[in-house]
C-alpha cells in the first residue's frame, strides 16, 4: 500500500511538473512574440522617423538655395534642379497659369525617357492643364488620361508620371509635371519630399505676381 501511495504521488508529482512546464512554454512563446511585435514597432518608428527627417532635410535645403533667388525665371530654375537632384533620371517641367493660357518651362535632361521631340509636357493642352489646375492635387497618370491627356500610347505607357500642385492651399498657380522611365516608378517617399516643398515654392511663385486666372 505503502508503495503504491508513493507511486501515485510520484506520478502526480511529475504531471504537476508537466503541466507547470506546459505552462511556462506557452507564456514564454507569448511573451517572445509580444517582445517581436514591440521590436517591429520600434524598426517601423525608426524608419518612419528617418523619412521624415530626409524630408526635412530635403525640404531646408530645398529653402535655403531658393531664397536668393531675385526673379522668376532663376526661382523656378533653382526649384527644378533641386528636385532633379533628389529624383535620379527625372524630368521636371513646370506649367504656370497665366492670364488667358499656362507657360511651360521646360528643362535639359542627360537622361531622357523619350525622344526629344516627344517630351511629355509636348501632349499637354491648354484644356488638359486647366482641368489638372481644377483638381488641385496629385495627379497620376492615370488621372492624367482620364482629364484628356493623349498622346502616343508606346510613349507614355513607358513612363511613371505625376503632377503636384502648386498652391493647394489656395488658389492654383499651376502644377509641376514629375516622370520618368516606368522601369524606375517615382514612389511615395520621393513624392512625399517634393509635396512639403510645394506650399513654399508656392508662396515664392506668387510673389513674383505671377498672373492667375
Same mark, same amino acid.
Not at 503504491?4 to 512546464?21: A, D, I, S
Not at 500610347?153 to 498652391?167: D, E, H, Q, R, Y
Given at each position: ?144 488620361? +482620364?482629364?484628356?491627356?493623349?498622346? *502616343?500610347?508606346?510613349?507614355? @505607357?513607358?513612363? !511613371? #508620371?505625376? %503632377? /503636384?500642385? &502648386? ?13 520618368? +522611365?516606368?522601369?524606375?516608378?517615382? *514612389?511615395?517617399?520621393?513624392? @512625399?519630399?517634393? !509635396? #512639403?516643398? %510645394? /506650399?513654399? &515654392? ?12
Amino acid at each position: 500500500m505503502l508503495k503504491n501511495k508513493g507511486l501515485m504521488e510520484n506520478q502526480q508529482r511529475h504531471k504537476r511538473l508537466r503541466l507547470l512546464t506546459k505552462k511556462l512554454n506557452k507564456d514564454r512563446k507569448k511573451q517572445a512574440k509580444k517582445i517581436d511585435i514591440l521590436c517591429n514597432d520600434l524598426i517601423a518608428a525608426q524608419r518612419d522617423f528617418i523619412k521624415r527627417l530626409n524630408t526635412i532635410t530635403f525640404t531646408a535645403n530645398f529653402y535655403e538655395t531658393i531664397i536668393g533667388t531675385t526673379d522668376l525665371s532663376s526661382l523656378i530654375l533653382a526649384a527644378a534642379q533641386c528636385i532633379k537632384d533628389e529624383l535620379s533620371n527625372a524630368n521636371i517641367a513646370f506649367f504656370l497659369r497665366s492670364a488667358d493660357n499656362f507657360e511651360l518651362h521646360m528643362f535639359e535632361t542627360n537622361h531622357p525617357t523619350a525622344s526629344q521631340k516627344q517630351q511629355l509636357e509636348s501632349y499637354f493642352t491648354p484644356e488638359l492643364v486647366e482641368n489638372i489646375c481644377k483638381s488641385n492635387k496629385i495627379c497620376t497618370l492615370d488621372d492624367m488620361l +482620364s482629364m484628356g491627356l493623349a498622346g *502616343n500610347p508606346a510613349c507614355i @505607357n513607358k513612363l !511613371s #508620371a505625376v %503632377t /503636384i500642385p &502648386l498652391g493647394h492651399l489656395g488658389p492654383s498657380l499651376g502644377f509641376i509635371l514629375i516622370y520618368r +522611365s516606368s522601369k524606375n516608378n517615382l *514612389n511615395a517617399e520621393e513624392l @512625399n519630399h517634393i !509635396s #512639403a516643398i %510645394t /506650399i513654399g &515654392l508656392s508662396k515664392a511663385i506668387a510673389s513674383h505676381k505671377v498672373p492667375t486666372h
